[in-house]
């Protein structure tokens, strides 16, 4: 534990440092056997969540042999594994959800079974994220003896400390040894490993984290005060602790018991993590990883703090009214368009998932009624689902947590008006505008985001909550995604953004190509912003000694019209423009496109082109091909006006 060395803001370590009284048991929903509340759950849900688990009765826990997990070295493909993987951990979760509506051991068998196959897996981690070194090459295989704690071995972690209490005492009605399995593979696979190891996610001196700090975090967490642990492994737990820390960092007396040093270790790593994690954000809250990755940075941020604060009785309270919290907590509601879009970016989909419980409760627990009002609404209109996004399946926790307030949501009054605000991230660069009509962003910062695209300057515009200019995401995780040859991929090239190819240039990936002199007006009916994009073209500017490309975007309220400008000193520009609908040429030169109309000077039509959609994780964004509009720039001067 070494905050002192780096100049970070320790709210949430100092903090755990002044905690000094007893441990408060961490029960965020009834165990199963709370017969009256789980009766009182709305019927519908109750039919809903026993009719889900029928369907996984005798269900074939498959084995994940070593060739597949080879699989991903060799070839690169990651689903064929993670279909294996996350199938098995998705069908014990429906498997118990139903057990504990119905309460009659009918699922007991097949739940006890999941709980083996996945004890008895070689290791927890993704084949993708097996190294022990950040970025660094993955090893073929696992090496059994020493675990590695990724995003997905944590969430294992979680998920059977949260089957054991909910389960606990329908487990030890068949056998005492369904909890010890449990139980020695939470202490061998995950805390151990935390409090012995050192892993990149938990942050050191100034090194960059991104979601995987907090998300990790909260599940290691939640494995730590869900599991109802025997005192006998609090004993086990705590001698290696103790020769790992010694006392003096813990700041506890020499006669403290086994449970409290165990638990007071994990208090102030998990702690110092979350500072670590939060040094990375600016005040302004913005996630520069997109909407998604906010179900797994700062949802999970607050999955951690409501830990953190339920287990010391409050003493961490403060710290949901930081304003830089609170302001993590917003950007859910200021990057959303309408219904299930969302502006995006880098490795963000514009379809983030919808809405529900976990924004809810953040939004209370940081006094935002509008992000509550936002989080009900949404989950009314994704009609209640319980799974809201593509990764939430296999934790149980989020399930759990839904379940019991899928009735407050669905009930709430949300007939209010949610009004979208205009904002400015300067952290990142984020433009985000709106009018009766219209909703723009346009992306300026740099080219070092986490899950980084080259999209400085780019621009996304939706009409009616219908997407015009559109930022397209990313494909399926494969092994190139995460590697050196990243930018081989079409989807992260300014190409294939809403961007031009200068000189037959595209940007660069790198901190140092950036928008420069970038200027913004949120006040008055004409909001706009306006950048210098020379330096993210670095051989165009080899080619063009004293480039430039400046590039300004205005949203004109009362007209509901958006107008983008670029001048440059090159010759040679091609602009490029995504859409969602094919672009229609008309009569008068214009564009039709969807909604909207488009006219354009100091260009000519090159090209519309198809943009075929074949990737699976492309389709659930994008229910048809796409489409590139290219424009030859015939002078210094382009402008674009849609309306």
């Not at 504990?100 to 709980?115: M, S």
């Not at 989080?375 to 209640?384: L, R």
Request: net charge negative.
């Amino acid at each position: 534990m070494n905050l002192q060395t780096v100049s970070i803001e320790k709210h949430f370590y100092e903090t755990a440092k002044s905690f000094h009284g007893s441990y408060c048991p961490f029960q965020p929903f009834p165990k199963t056997s709370e017969r009256k509340v789980y009766e009182a759950l709305p019927t519908v849900l109750k039919e809903h969540l026993v009719q889900t688990g029928e369907a996984k009765l005798g269900y074939k826990f498959p084995v994940i042999r070593a060739t597949d997990y080879m699989r991903f070295k060799r070839d690169g493909d990651r689903a064929a594994f993670e279909a294996l993987y996350f199938g098995k951990r998705n069908a014990l979760n429906d498997l118990i959800q139903a057990e504990c509506v119905e309460h009659q051991g009918r699922f007991l068998d097949d739940i006890i079974n999941g709980i083996y196959s996945i004890c008895e897996e070689s290791a927890w981690q993704l084949p993708a994220h097996n190294s022990y070194i950040r970025d660094t090459p993955q090893f073929i295989l696992p090496d059994v003896t020493r675990p590695v704690m990724d995003l997905f071995a944590c969430e294992t972690g979680a998920l059977l400390a949260c089957a054991a209490y909910l389960l606990e005492e329908a487990f030890n009605a068949v056998s005492p040894f369904v909890l010890t399995c449990i139980e020695d593979n939470l202490k061998r696979r995950i805390l151990l490993p935390y409090l012995t190891a050192h892993f990149w996610w938990m942050g050191h001196d100034d090194e960059p984290m991104c979601n995987w700090t907090v998300w990790c975090t909260q599940n290691v967490l939640l494995t730590t005060f869900l599991m109802p642990w025997s005192e006998e492994m609090s004993s086990k737990l705590a001698a290696p602790v103790r020769a790992f820390t010694g006392d003096a960092p813990l700041f506890l007396p020499e006669n403290t018991s086994d449970t409290v040093v165990t638990l007071q270790a994990i208090l102030h790593k998990a702690a110092e993590s979350c500072d670590y994690f939060l040094k990375d954000y600016g005040n302004d809250g913005c996630c520069e990883e997109g909407a998604q990755y906010y179900r797994h940075a700062g949802l999970c941020l607050y999955g951690a703090m409501t830990v953190l604060n339920t287990v010391t009785g409050g003493h961490f309270a403060s710290l949901f009214q930081w304003d830089k919290v609170k302001n993590i907590a917003a950007y859910i509601l200021n990057v959303h368009v309408d219904d299930k879009y969302y502006f995006n970016f880098a490795d963000c989909s514009p379809i983030a998932g919808r809405a529900g419980v976990r924004e809810y409760l953040f939004g209370r627990a940081t006094g935002q009624e509008d992000l509550c009002l936002f989080a009900a609404k949404d989950f009314q209109a994704g009609q209640g689902q319980l799974i809201t996004d593509e990764v939430n399946g296999e934790n149980l926790f989020y399930r759990m947590q839904t379940v019991f307030y899928y009735e407050e949501l669905m009930h709430r009054d949300t007939s209010a008006t949610l009004p979208h605000r205009d904002v400015y991230y300067p952290s990142v660069g984020l433009f985000l505008v709106h009018s009766a009509t219209m909703h723009l962003a346009v992306k300026a910062g740099d080219n070092a985001d986490s899950h980084n695209h080259n999209d400085t300057g780019s621009v996304t515009l939706y009409k009616n909550g219908h997407p015009i200019l559109v930022d397209i995401g990313v494909e399926t995780y494969t092994q190139k995604t995460f590697s050196p040859r990243r930018y081989e991929i079409w989807t992260m090239q300014s190409g294939y953004h809403n961007l031009p190819a200068i000189c037959g240039t595209d940007q660069k990936d790198g901190e140092e190509y950036r928008a420069g002199n970038v200027v913004t007006e949120l006040t008055g009916t004409e909001p706009s912003i306006s950048m210098e994009l020379a330096a993210a073209y670095p051989d165009a500017g080899a080619v063009v000694p004293g480039l430039t490309y400046s590039r300004k975007v205005t949203l004109k309220k009362p007209s509901n019209t958006v107008v983008l400008e670029d001048h440059t000193n090159a010759q040679d520009v091609i602009l490029n423009f995504i859409t969602y609908e094919k672009p229609v040429i008309l009569s008068d030169g214009k564009l039709s496109i969807g909604e909207s109309s488009a006219s354009f000077e100091g260009a000519d039509l090159l090209a519309i082109e198809t943009l075929p959609i074949t990737d699976a994780r492309l389709k659930t964004a994008w229910d048809h091909d796409l489409y590139r509009i290219r424009l030859k720039m015939s002078g210094t001067d382009f402008q674009l006006t849609v309306k």
